[in-house]
T-cell receptor
Framework: SQTIHQWPATLVQPVGSPLSLECTVE??????LYWYRQAAGRGLQLLFY??????ISSEVPQNLSASRPQDRQFILSSKKLLLSDSGFYLC????????????FGEGSWLTVV | GQQLNQSPQSMFIQEGEDVSMNCTSS?????WLWYKQEPGEGPVLLIA?????ELTSNGRLTAQFGITRKDSFLNISASIPSDVGIYFC????????????FGKGTKLTVNP
């Protein structure tokens, strides 16, 4: 069966420090991968999606970047964090078969101080 | 961009009551999905709908893909305290990209 994991689960980072959130998917190949941000426990904002290795599409201009160095690995990064980058970040992969079904990871809480 | 109108925004109910929430759009969708998110966790898929008119149940949960393909509802029967959380609808637009469009969520509170 397919599984998705992201880490770290929580982190507190100072303003101006770098960020790296990692996500891996097991049990499937060539999945579509997504990074979402959720503020104040409501609403999911799509940040990046990837249809293959090295292929990244950005939905909104921001202080973050994404990379997909391997088929089942998706990384969210920042060179210098801003206070406004705080939030709950969710990685997700898209299921195969009928329809388009997205499955989410456990989420990562980022607090920028 | 395309939007889903999800309502109500929040609900406060007594344990044992039935719950109904819905999502509507002016656009036609190929797929409707319903998720539940508990505090500090990622959303979990509850029900997936792929055909207009489809009615699917998952325990006490029932969801339907509207005949017009522009709406979907989720019902929860005989609510219990563990039903609390935020429920999201999501859909894939007909003829659109593969990315899903999400509603803004319905926050459910169940009083014991």
């Amino acid at each position: 069966s397919q599984t998705i994991h992201q880490w770290p689960a929580t982190l507190v980072q100072p303003v101006g420090s770098p960020l790296s959130l990692e996500c891996t998917v097991e049990g499937t190949s060539n999945p579509n991968l997504y990074w979402y941000r959720q503020a104040a426990g409501r609403g999911l904002q799509l940040l990046f999606y990837s249809v293959g290795i090295g292929q990244i599409s950005s939905e909104v201009p921001q202080n973050l970047s994404a990379s997909r160095p391997q088929d089942r690995q998706f990384i969210l990064s920042s060179k210098k964090l801003l206070l406004s980058d705080s939030g709950f970040y969710l990685c997700a992969w898209e299921g195969q078969g009928a329809g388009n079904t997205i499955y989410f990871g456990e989420g990562s809480w980022l607090t920028v101080v | 961009g395309q939007q889903l109108n999800q309502s109500p925004q929040s609900m406060f109910i007594q344990e044992g009551e039935d719950v109904s929430m819905n999502c509507t759009s002016s656009s036609i969708f190929n797929t409707w999905l319903w998720y539940k998110q508990e505090p500090g966790e990622g959303p979990v898929l509850l029900i997936a709908l792929y055909k207009a008119g489809e009615l699917t149940s998952n325990g006490r949960l029932t969801a339907q893909f509207g005949i017009t393909r522009k709406d979907s509802f989720l019902n929860i029967s005989a609510s219990i305290p563990s039903d609390v959380g935020i429920y999201f609808c999501a859909g894939q637009l007909k003829g659109g990209s593969e990315k899903l469009v999400f509603g803004k969520g319905t926050k459910l509170t169940v009083n014991p």
